[in-house]
């Protein structure tokens, strides 16, 4: 007994003295990653498939991994790229590694799982290669779960659907492009409004998006989730596109390089899209979009990008119709009871995005932004119920001004010990909404005001900091955060005939914890966990008296993303929502008002599957239980929430020159009232796309509602009355989906 228990301890000081060399013996593995052109990649993933430690590339492309060995096996992986695998050698850790890494076709094979709060963004990036975006409306759609609905002529922001949400226009998402907000505060038709019909499709790079309220640097509107287009910085080839089809459409794209130097290189992209629409009454749309962009880059000393886009359109609609209307004959599905629906806008933007390498590990970052934007919109929700002789029709208004700015300091790679590693971030920013002549109004034909009903000046302003810490310690990431906004809210009531001007003002502070756990290089398992908000329009805020200012949400996901086999990336989450105030659409008015407190939990399950080198298959299905915390059963309903969702699709390419992609989204019924007693119709619809290349041209077809489906695409529970009724009726009103809509394309790259 005494042999073995000798015997045992010396083996255990054996293995203790093993485990002390390596402790000796293990490094930091430091080095930078560039393409063939030598340009420095960054956020390649890169991983210790020996040690579980991960690191990435910084804005520089330089990186450092600690606790390295010799012997250890390193990937580096990037999409677009080829995995490269470094077998770790002694000279690696003393001199350093430049990698190198080779042009490849997108493949999920490039994807390594590791902790990144926003790691389904990075992987959906597959999704955005393999199938890029063919129109304006499509850009929200690649988030996954996330549905819209078009229902004023084209020419009016999307409805969003997410995570239980019948966001209206923006309400509890926070959308951006290259850290712009294109939400609106205080707005005219509805606060949050999110018009992305400036950006144009072929000029997105890639979609950052995160679900919940759980980012520090996100603040207003940042609820069910956020999502922020990221534009090219640059442009390969110059390119030329037209399209046309049905419903008299015609699109025109360019995108052209007007300089390229060592350092630096611009592009100018410009767009013309008209198109009549389904309806019997033409659209009579028309949008124009022009954008220049300038990029520096000095390697390891700043990176500047300069931007300057201008964004026009006008529109007709035929609004939402009521289904008795079809029922009785009096209209078809694509016709009208007020054709003289409409309106236009216009937005300018000038951005800057600077880096500042300030040492190897610490980064200076700085955006500034001013936007001009215009706003006038007709429409007419209730026909006759107001006024029976001339009709309901509503005129909303605005003229605006936004500028902001934000400056954050990054410190990446702190030794924490030999083995853990911190960095954090720590911002401040301010924006201002300077919006005149805010209208709502009774009209006639586009062309009589009857009568004003709210006519105003409102001045917002957000001031706002918040530090972002990340600590990794084995295979652990730990990322708590905090947030402090503050808000002044301004608002002059021109209809009074004395002067009229009040203000209210309030800061909230928003915490957050995200705890992540990389089981190896293809598993992650996380728990998210923190608050958010979202602001009230300035002109309840003013008129409550300061009350129910910035309303929060509490938010908490537990998940996995994991990936078997290389060709193979699933992901479940469950989670939960809890709003301290909700927004329901007002039909009559027009509006958006404040409503009481929900909750809603659901669950995500996701797949991408890169079945064969020429195929790539995706799904995403979501499930919500949506209620309303302060109403009784059965009455506890939220208005056009979703509670079932699903979207997928496949992409193939390079079979011969061919290449394509067939999409599905499905939306299922829904309660459109408190009580369920009036149902918005679900649907399902199904668009392809297919595409022949010959050397630099391109040529293709583009298919929206395959099978020609019925369905409406946006519904609302509305009181409303016809010409020849003398009573009123409540039911759903819809604007139609799209039916068959074919469309032809060429393009030619030089």
Excluded: C
């Excluded at 009531?493 to 705890?515: G, H, M, R």
């Excluded at 790539?616 to 949506?626: E, F, S």
């Amino acid at each position: 007994m005494n042999f073995i228990k000798i015997r045992a301890l010396k083996l255990l000081s054996f293995i203790f003295f093993l485990s002390g060399l390596t402790l000796v013996n293990a490094q930091n593995l430091k080095g930078k990653v560039t393409d063939k052109e030598g340009v420095a990649l960054e956020n390649v993933g890169i991983f210790n498939q020996t040690t579980g430690q991960h690191s990435h590339t910084n804005l520089s492309g330089t990186f450092s991994l600690p606790a390295s060995t010799v012997n250890d096996s390193v990937y580096f992986s990037n999409l677009g790229f080829e995995t490269f695998i470094l077998v770790v050698k002694q000279n690696h850790l003393e001199d350093g590694v430049k990698i190198t890494l080779n042009e490849s076709s997108i493949n999920l094979e490039q994807v390594v799982v590791v902790s990144k709060v926003d790691a389904m963004s990075r992987i959906v990036n597959v999704d955005v290669q393999n199938d890029p975006v063919k129109s304006s409306q499509e850009i929200l759609r690649k988030v996954p779960g996330l549905i819209i609905g078009q229902h004023a002529g084209g020419g009016k922001a999307e409805q969003i659907f997410l995570r239980g949400f019948d966001v209206d226009h923006g309400t509890d998402v926070a959308i951006s492009v290259d850290g712009m907000p294109v939400n609106m505060v205080s707005h005219a038709h509805g606060q949050g409004y999110a018009d992305l019909h400036f950006v144009i499709p072929e000029t997105i790079d890639n979609i950052d998006f995160g679900k919940g309220p759980y980012y520090a640097d996100k603040g207003d509107f940042n609820t069910a989730g956020y999502v922020d287009l990221n534009l090219k910085k640059s442009i390969d080839k110059s390119m030329v596109s037209y399209e046309t089809g049905q419903f008299n459409t015609n699109r025109l794209v360019g995108l052209f390089n007007i300089l390229e130097s060592s350092k630096s290189d611009a592009y100018v992209a410009s767009e013309v899209y008209l198109t009549d629409g389904p309806f019997n009454s033409p659209q009579n749309f028309n949008r124009i979009n022009i954008l220049g962009r300038y990029h520096y880059k000095d390697i390891g000393k700043e990176e500047l990008t300069l931007t300057a886009s201008h964004f026009q359109s006008k529109w007709d609609a035929s609004g939402q119709i009521p289904q008795r209307a079809i029922d009785q004959n009096i209209i078809g599905r694509f016709g009208a009871i007020d054709d003289t629906e409409g309106g236009k806008t216009s937005r300018t933007n000038l951005m800057l995005n600077h880096t500042k390498f300030l040492g190897e590990d610490q980064f200076l970052k700085t955006r500034a932004f001013v936007s001009k934007y215009d706003f006038e919109l007709f429409s007419n929700f209730t026909f006759f119920l107001e006024d029976t002789v001339n009709g309901d029709q509503i005129r909303q208004y605005e003229d605006r001004t936004v500028m902001g700015a934000e400056t954050v300091f990054e410190q990446i790679d702190i030794a924490v010990g030999t083995d853990d590693r911190f960095k954090y971030s720590a911002g401040i920013g301010f924006r201002n909404d300077n919006v005149d002549d805010v209208t709502l109004e009774h009209t006639l034909n586009r062309k009589t005001v009857l009568e004003q009903y709210a006519f105003g000046d409102v001045d917002e302003t957000n001031m706002y900091g918040f530090v972002d810490g990340e600590y990794k310690t084995g295979n652990w990431t730990f990322n708590p955060s905090i947030r402090l906004d503050y808000f002044n809210f301004d608002y002059e009531n021109k209809l009074s005939e004395t002067y009229d001007n009040k203000s209210e003002s309030k800061a909230i502070v928003s915490p957050k914890l995200n705890t992540l756990y990389a089981v190896n290089k293809d598993w992650q398992l996380f728990l998210k966990t923190g608050i958010g908000f979202h602001s009230n329009d300035a002109r309840v805020v003013t008129a409550n008296e300061g009350k129910d200012i910035l309303p929060k949400a509490y938010g908490v996901d537990f998940g996995t993303i994991i990936k078997p086999i290389d060709k193979l990336v699933m992901n479940a989450t469950l989670w939960g929502l809890f709003l301290d105030q909700e927004f329901v659409y007002v039909g009559d008015a027009g509006i958006v008002e404040p409503s009481g407190k929900t909750r809603r939990v659901g669950v995500e399950v996701g797949a991408r599957y890169q079945m064969l080198d020429w195929l790539y298959l995706y799904g995403d299905v979501n499930y919500t239980y949506a209620r309303s915390t302060a109403e009784p059963d059965g009455e506890d309903y939220i208005p056009l929430a979703p509670d079932f969702t699903a979207v997928g699709g496949l992409s193939f390419s390079d079979i011969g020159n061919f290449s394509g992609n067939l999409n599905y989204r499905y939306l299922g019924d829904r309660a459109a009232n408190e009580d369920n007693s009036i149902v918005a119709e679900g649907y399902f619809v199904t668009d392809l796309n297919l595409n022949y290349q010959i050397k630099n041209w391109t040529v293709g077809i583009i298919v929206e509602n395959l099978f020609d489906t019925e369905w409406n695409e946006t519904q609302f529970a509305t009181e409303s009355r016809l010409f020849n009724e003398t009573a009123s009726v409540e039911e759903i009103h819809f604007t139609p989906g799209t039916p068959f809509y074919l469309r032809g394309k060429v393009s030619v790259r030089f």
